[in-house]
């Protein structure tokens, strides 16, 4: 396993083990009583080619067993689990996952009868936007927008202070339409925000429309584009405004609707700082008049808010503990 | 004062006033303790050229004291008062209508001083979405939007069973943008639902296109130019599709972020029925994949759902009264 990464200011409190179960990888730790991420360690994702999720189930558990043996003097006392598709936090499902292969697994009781601790389970955006708004720069807002914009885009919505998921289906903003008849989504529509500005849709959309043959831009991802852009690249600057048009277009959307006090931006893209934040926030507030304008804030937990959102989750299923966020 | 309407069903309970003060009319009511507005009137709403409303407050206590003149046996023990533009539920305040002309006046505590009762104070969309959320056909869900389509679009917005307002902000969908850089909206700015799929908008985009100088366009109104679509004017059929096209996606968009398990749709523009409903829940369908599918319900409380709403508000004021719905 790997060195223990810098501690998180996750607080004192129970010994929980967090998984994040993505699309490639899955990233595991044990967050210590201090609340210090004690050791961390990432593995590739088994498919779940019956559907059942069974092999995902089984490799969490084995990590869990290989954390037990290793810090044999940790009472770990619960464990949180995300998942990305479609999860229906409420009863503890993966509802569908088209990437990893399940359908319907009950892995909030699976897994806690596998692992025999009470288990958290949840969406891995809304976990990420949970740790976000638990420990980032949104906390003192109590209606907040936390986006997600990497391979895909998703959104955790927070009213009153509270995660809103209706069932796992709220937030997707990524799938909000920019541009009804344009551009084929994943998810089977067209024109979603998602297609136009993730991360994912950048890079491949450059990649497209490159059409010169240049065997590097196989590779190229939104990084690139972006230094493509800024180097003069006209076919980068279109792609990279259309980008972020339709990002401050939605985002002027979930404005007018909800009237968020702040809007988080984290995810990969948003690792590009001020060549994301300002044409989105030009685009956003050219769109609003009488509105509330939210504070734009970046993501500032980082690349371990999905464990981290997990272990807060579990932390609060630990009798007479405090959870500084509801999730 | 006007012969007693047609009760609605708001059940026995304290009896309250309650003021609807719109933009050209106030309409105010007596409901007695079987929950029959006993008593409706309207007036014509006075201008607040000072900004204070002092003249809106001046004219709901005359017609206060008319009500308890006329009914000296009825035990008036609370009163409810929505008002357009944008309202501040939480501290009772107007914070602005540019139409009537005040600017953060308290009316909540300014008239409970003039009256002598509790008043409940809220904003005539959110007033009118609580009375069709309490007895209308989308009672049994608890995520639900209730948009009321007329001169102008507002939503209001039930989360968990409860109406979400963000000091006021929450539901102006009307104010989203549909067609960036498009037609200008009263709001300031450009391409805006408003100015595309309310009635009024409507009425306004058939008179501008026609250019044929028929006297009689000045008087059209939305249910004349879908009368015209439907006889076969392509120009008004194209006006007609547009909007019901740009309420469609609207709320395709609201799906993507709220996932309400129900849409109801009233003011003016859904007398249109099927007309409206049909082209609408097509065009967002059209937008929908893997979404969280909302039923699309009729509004049912009809013209009277502001002062019901009023009433449904005011008497959740009086100690020991349960109401149906969370105010």
């Known amino acids: 396993m790997s060195a223990p990464t810098t501690p998180v200011q996750l607080g004192a409190g129970p010994a929980v083990l ?3 179960v993505g699309g490639t990888d899955t990233k595991a730790t044990l967050v210590d009583a201090t609340g210090a991420l004690l050791d961390t360690v990432r593995v590739p994702t088994p498919l779940s080619l019956d559907g059942t999720g069974d092999a995902v189930l089984a490799q969490i558990e084995a990590l869990a067993n290989r954390f037990r043996t290793a810090h044999p003097t940790v009472d770990i006392q619960a464990a949180g689990l995300i998942v990305p598709g479609l999860v229906d936090d409420e009863n503890g499902i993966g509802v569908f996952s088209e990437n990893i292969g399940w359908e319907n697994v009950p892995f909030r009781d699976l897994l806690s009868e596998r692992l025999g601790v009470p288990v958290f389970f949840t969406h891995d955006v809304r976990a990420a936007g949970a740790a976000e708004y638990a420990l980032g720069g949104a906390g003192q807002y109590s209606d907040v927008l936390v986006v997600v914009i990497g391979t895909g885009i998703a959104g955790a919505v927070f009213i009153n202070g509270v995660p809103y998921s209706a069932h796992g289906y709220a937030g997707e903003i990524g ?3 920019v541009d009804p008849g344009g551009v084929e989504c994943a998810c089977g529509g ?7 500005g993730s991360a994912g849709a950048i890079s491949r959309l450059y990649r497209a429309a490159s059409g010169d043959g240049d065997p590097a831009d196989n590779a190229i991802g ?5 230094e493509r852009a800024q180097a003069g690249d006209f076919r980068a600057q279109k792609i990279w405004t259309e980008a972020t048009d339709a990002i401050g277009q939605v985002l002027a959307q979930c404005v007018a609707l909800l009237a ?3 809007i988080v931006l ?4 948003a690792q590009a700082g001020p060549a994301l934040f300002d044409p989105v926030e030009k685009r956003m507030n050219s769109f609003l008049t009488f509105h ?3 504070v734009l804030l970046p993501a500032t937990v980082g690349e371990n808010a999905g464990v981290v959102g ?3 989750g579990a932390r609060r299923l630990v009798p007479n503990v405090a959870s500084p966020v509801a999730l």
Chains 1, 2 share one sequence.
């Open 260 to 262: 968020p006090e702040a």
């Open 310 to 312: 997990a272990a807060l």
């Open 266 to 269: 984290g995810g990969g893209l």
């Open 292 to 294: 509330r304008r939210p």
């Open 175 to 177: 799938h909000s339409v």
């Open 18 to 20: 967090a998984f994040d």
């Open 190 to 196: 067209r024109g979603c925000l998602e297609a136009i």
């Open 222 to 226: 939104a990084r690139e584009v972006l």
